[in-house]
């Protein structure tokens, strides 16, 4: 079965860093693209990182830019999200997904909860 297990994620301060990981299991990982997007509440979910199969190529929203970085291991089958500098309103359910534009496979969430 296809499955995307994610973990990480928590109550960090503003400035604060965390790192989200998800684990892709039932398919072939390193021949897809990954994804991380998040939700806000009372929001529609938006894109944060994508990553190619290969990691060559990577992509941010403009938010994400200079402060996420997003990496893959194709020997794990996982993709990490590193959250540095974080912002008040980076508070989000933060999911990944196989693909991108959307996702066709989502993972289950992880919360962040950025706060002072």
């Known amino acids: 079965q296809v499955r995307l297990v994610q973990s990480g994620g928590g109550l960090v301060q503003p400035g604060g860093s965390l790192r989200l990981s998800c684990a892709a299991s039932g398919f072939e990982f390193s021949v897809y693209s990954m994804s991380w997007y998040r939700q806000a509440p009372g929001k529609e979910r938006e894109h944060v990182a994508s990553i190619s199969w290969r990691a060559d190529g990577t992509d941010y929203a403009d938010s994400a830019k200079g402060r996420f970085t997003v990496s893959r291991d194709n020997s794990k089958n996982t993709t990490d999200l590193q959250l540095n500098s974080l912002k008040i309103e980076d508070t989000a359910v933060y999911y990944c997904?196989?693909?991108?534009?959307?996702?066709?496979?989502w993972g289950q969430g992880t919360q962040v909860t950025v706060s002072s």
């Open positions: 997904g196989r693909g991108w534009q959307p996702p066709d496979i």
